[in-house]
């Protein structure tokens, strides 16, 4: 009988072990995986007419066109205009000034500062009645 009960720890240690290894994986493989495609596809949702970008190929151009019911973009390269599938895209270099108009809407929609009785007060840097000093304070101990 202890044959038995001897295989069936040994069983279940090696179901266990077999179990921690697929949550390792997840965690160290498909789960950041996941989060960088997640990126990338909403950098992809964002892309703007004007928007420096750079492919998969690493050509880089300005967007002049984005169809998204052929999920296809067109790159204006130096006076060649060039369409690529919208997953060409690697990455944004530079955006327009129209996404970047459009991001501070963004940005002042949000609270700026707390109210007046919350804000702490800093003590403002007051010029000083001596003339600017270039040399540092290691000269100035040896004087």
Known sequence: MNVLASSNAG???????????????YFLMIRPQRKQQKKHQDTLSQLKKGDHVVTIGRLHGVIDEINNEAKTVT???????????LN????????????????????????????????????????????????????????
């Open 75 to 85: 790159l204006d390269c130096d006076g060649i205009y060039l369409v690529f599938d």
């Open 88 to 143: 060409a895209i690697a990455s944004v270099t530079q955006r327009s000034a129209a996404s970047e108009v459009t991001s501070a809407a963004a940005a002042e929609q949000k609270p700026a500062e707390p109210a007046e009785e919350e804000k702490t007060e800093t003590p403002e840097a007051t010029p000083s009645d001596e003339p600017a000093d270039d040399s540092t304070d290691d000269t100035k101990a040896d004087k």
């Open 11 to 25: 069983g279940y240690s090696s179901m266990l072990l077999i179990v921690v290894m697929i949550v390792a994986m």
